[in-house]
């Protein structure tokens, strides 16, 4: 009994989303559709021409860097002369980086 409950419920589903198909438009809603692409290899993009472009896409995922900023900074800084540094400072600063990093090599080579 249950069974034969289930299957007319679901012959009355299926009639019933044809019939809603139907009077959405039905196949001439996929007529009209299937006019509007004119060729589908044009739709896909070309990689090859992307990637000879470089790339130009406008999708940039957030944790991405911006690309521009990449590299370093080469135009010399003049709008402060106060913040450059004297040879002794940039001395000091290359030795405490150094003790950083053998400090670190250390740490993991004991962790190995």
Known sequence: MILKILKWIVITIVV??????LGTGGFSAIIANAKKFSNPIQ??????SL?????????????????????AHLSPDTTDSS???D??????EVSSIKNQVDSLES??????
Request: glycine letters at 8%.
């Open 16 to 21: 019933g989303l044809f019939l809603l198909w």
């Open 107 to 112: 740490y993991i080579n004991h962790k190995n």
């Open 43 to 48: 739709s896909v993009p070309d990689v090859g």
């Open 51 to 71: 990637v000879a472009k470089g790339l130009q896409w406008n999708f940039v995922l957030p944790w991405q860097p911006d690309l521009t900023q990449l590299g």
């Open 83 to 85: 913040t450059s540094l």
């Open 87 to 92: 040879s002794a400072a940039i001395q000091e």
